[in-house]
């Protein structure tokens, strides 16, 4: 471990901050994944782009989160404009999502598929530390199943909407409702009471800076670097969204084949909707279990992931392709939360928790979006099939850098 201490603290969050961080997630849960899979079918049956400029289009914001991650990490770990800084990242993102559809050309999309990837590298970071920095690590674990749950039950209702728009109105109302939620978890985030957030426990620290004390962010960063077990947990995370991160994509473009743009949201939409409601429970149920063990659960997602790969080569029935997104459900569901937890755990007492969670989602990030930009070269000149299976073997290797070289991070087994 990076740096451990015996101190705890404990923080009494008001409940006005704890309902409001609850609806920041739920608000958000559409909001930091950006456009997905709907920007494929946008594009795809709407723009009429080939596969492989679908790829470039939806790597950009993979590439630019990349970028931005890591030091967004780090300056969730010195600002205390947490709250802030995330309603701004929020506004970019509607900004993003309107300029795609009112200024449609080829430049302004790909701009705005940029400006959407430096936004979401903020979210991620910034919500585990206000969330920590609420509630303490005494409560992280169950808090942090609850904040997947409720942004799982956010992502469902978008879902729903979005297909029901997509359908019944125009593909393009789906990027005015992802502005939406984006203005409504500007609100959420203002809610929560800056008095109840410790910024010294919201970075890792156990107890706060002395007056006069100097950081050591330098030899903590280089601590981080050559920890072991946070680079082989880096790197499992890396092949693990390597292989995850196009998979839906490309069941959204496989799925948009023939039919009308709007057919192809309500689909999409239906594969969205089961992993979602399949995560709300996981999520739940893996905050409350992740006490006993961190590595078992996450031993799980990531062997369900190669198997949900095989399955979509043995069908080209929708309702099946729709309803083998319940393996996506429990492998994203427990993902969500253990990922934070571990960091956590290997972060403890050296205040660089949102900078290491940083540099481990940028890592996270290149392997997103290199998995888009793979896929659609790889679609391009083979076959769905061939696309699905390769990934399915990187998620194999995956599982195996996870069991063999990853330890077990709770605070019991250390």
Not at 15 to 30: M, P
Not at 333 to 356: C, P
Request: charged share 15%; net charge positive.
């Amino acid at each position: 471990m990076v740096k451990t201490t015996p101190e705890i603290p404990a923080c009494k969050p008001t409940s006005t901050s704890l309902r409001a961080l609850d609806a920041a997630n739920f608000f958000l849960a559409d909001v930091r994944d950006g456009l997905g899979p709907y920007l494929a079918i946008y594009l795809l049956a709407t723009r009429h782009w080939n596969a492989q400029d679908i790829g470039i289009a939806m790597s950009l914001m993979g590439i630019a989160t990349v970028v931005a991650q890591t030091p967004a990490g780090i300056l969730v770990d010195r600002t205390r404009r947490k709250r802030l800084l995330s309603i701004v990242a929020s506004l970019l993102i509607a900004s993003a999502s309107l300029l795609t559809i009112l200024w449609p050309r080829y430049e302004i999309i790909l701009s705005g598929q940029i400006i959407m990837g430096f936004a979401a590298a903020w979210f991620v970071p910034a919500v585990a530390a206000i969330t920590l920095g609420l509630v303490g690590p005494k409560a992280l674990d169950n808090r942090i199943g609850r904040n997947e749950t409720f942004n799982h039950a956010g992502n469902v209702v978008a879902a729903v909407l979005a297909g029901l728009v997509g359908y019944y109105v125009k593909t393009e109302g789906i990027f005015v409702l992802l502005a939406l939620m984006s203005l409504l978890s500007s609100v959420s985030l203002w809610r929560i009471r800056e008095d109840d957030i410790d910024h010294e426990v919201a970075r890792g620290k156990s107890a706060p800076k002395k007056e006069g004390e100097q950081e050591d962010n330098v030899t903590g960063i280089r601590a981080v670097m050559k920890n072991r077990s946070i680079l082989f947990f880096a790197l499992a995370c890396v092949l693990f969204h390597f292989a995850n991160a196009a998979m839906l994509p490309l069941l959204g473009q496989r799925l948009a084949q023939g039919i009308s743009a709007g057919a192809s949201s309500a689909y999409m939409s239906a594969c969205i909707i089961v992993a979602q409601l399949v995560m709300i429970p996981v999520s739940h149920f893996t905050g409350r279990l992740a006490p006993k063990g961190r590595k078992r659960l996450l031993l799980i997602a990531f062997a369900v992931l190669p198997v949900r790969g095989l399955l979509y080569t043995l069908t080209d029935d929708p309702v099946l392709l729709v309803a083998i997104q319940i393996l996506d459900g429990i492998s994203a569901g427990i993902f969500g939360v253990l990922s934070i937890l571990m960091v956590s755990d290997l972060t403890s007492g050296s205040g660089l928790f949102n900078t290491t969670q940083g540099a481990i989602a940028t890592a996270v990030g290149l392997g997103a979006s290199l998995s888009n930009a793979f896929s659609g070269a790889l679609l391009q000149r083979t076959s769905y099939n061939v696309a699905f299976l390769t990934l399915a073997g990187l998620a194999v290797v995956a599982l195996a850098v996870l069991w063999f070289l990853v330890p077990e991070t709770r605070p019991k087994a250390r």
